[in-house]
């Protein structure tokens, strides 16, 4: 099929790039089984795997898989945002006011 013989020029061959997907799961879920506890982070895991396995087993500068990788980063954040427990970086920045250093903000 011509859209097979495409998708091989763009991703490699297909057995190569899902054994580097299937390792690199195999990595993050049996470091972390947890993650398996939640369907949409797994998924989203998934996803970037096979993205993450696509660019090493194919065209690494193709732009799209790193745009794929953003948005399933993007939905699970999101996602993760309005989950009990989940945790987030807040970054504050102190500066000088009347001579002290304070927080930004307080």
Not at 41 to 62: S, T
Not at 67 to 81: C, E, M
């Amino acid at each position: 099929m011509k859209v097979l013989k495409e998708r091989g020029k763009r991703y490699g061959d297909f057995k190569t790039q899902a054994e580097i997907s299937q390792k690199l799961k195999q990595i993050i879920f049996e470091h972390n089984p947890d993650i398996q506890k939640i369907p949409y982070l797994a998924e989203g895991v998934e996803m970037i795997c096979h993205k993450l396995a696509r660019l090493a087993n194919g065209d690494e500068k193709y732009v799209e898989n790193f745009i794929d990788i953003a948005g399933y980063s993007t939905l699970v954040a999101n996602l993760l945002q309005k989950e009990e427990g989940a945790t987030d970086s807040v970054v504050r920045y102190k500066k000088v006011i009347n001579g002290e250093w304070v927080f930004e903000g307080e």
